[in-house]
């Protein structure tokens, strides 16, 4: 049974850092992993998506890698912004399996 | 584009009520259609899933029930509700192995 880890749970960074958020699987016969941004009380929006055959995954100040065989992504933000505060979900898909298995998140807060 | 609508965004209700949550996709056809629970402090439970009209596959037994009666609907229910169904609500579709959620219902049964 597949399961996604996220540490840490919380991270707090001043404005303007550069960071990286973990996420790692247990099994590493996925079809793709996808990382959402959740604000308080919202759905979750879409940030990038890794497709097996693909090492990394780069939209504006988002890059997001994956490294099968070690079972990791990291999802790294240049330059932080206070607007970048919120709680990052990375998701799994197996092969043949319709579903997402979900991390429990990482809290993410930018000090201006 | 592909759009999600899910409704109500929040929702009070007593326990032993019903309960019927609505969600609709415009822009695709023959989505794979996913209902999700997030409690306080938890992360995402998936409860149903559906890939096509009629087909319903249900992941934690429970008073809730879905149905698709629709290619791009997908609704959730309950004859009575439990206290413990209070959580947020979201729904999801996917069709090319991305997934797009709505914004969610916030069910509170007092």
Redesign the interface.
């Known amino acids: 049974k597949q399961e996604v880890t996220q540490i840490p749970a919380a991270l707090s960074v001043p404005e303007g850092e550069n960071l990286v958020l973990n996420c790692s699987f247990t099994d590493s016969a996925i079809y793709n992993l996808q990382w959402f941004r959740q604000d308080p009380g919202k759905g979750l929006t879409s940030l990038l998506l890794i497709q097996s055959s693909q090492r990394e995954q780069t939209s504006g100040r988002l890059n997001a890698s994956l490294d099968k065989s070690s079972g990791r992504s990291t999802l790294y933000i240049a330059a932080s912004q206070p607007g970048d505060s919120a709680t990052y979900l990375c998701a799994v898909r197996d092969f043949g399996n319709e579903k997402l298995t979900f991390g429990t998140g990482t809290r993410l807060t930018i000090i201006p | 584009s592909q759009t999600i609508h899910?409704w109500p965004a929040t929702l009070v209700q007593p326990v032993g009520s019903p309960l019927s949550l609505e969600c609709t996709v415009e822009g695709t056809s023959n989505p794979?259609l996913?209902w999700y629970r997030q409690a306080a402090g938890?992360?995402?439970q998936?409860l149903f899933?559906s890939?096509g009209i009629g087909q319903i596959s249900s992941?934690v037994p429970q008073n809730l029930s879905a149905s698709r009666p629709q290619d791009r609907q997908f609704i959730l229910s309950s004859k009575k509700l439990l206290l413990s169904d209070s959580g947020?609500y979201?729904c999801?579709w996917?069709r090319t192995?991305?997934?797009?959620?709505?914004?969610?219902t916030?069910l509170t049964v007092v």
């Open positions: 899910q794979n996913y938890r992360g995402l998936l899933y890939v992941e947020f979201l999801a996917e192995g991305e997934a797009f959620f709505g914004q969610g916030r």
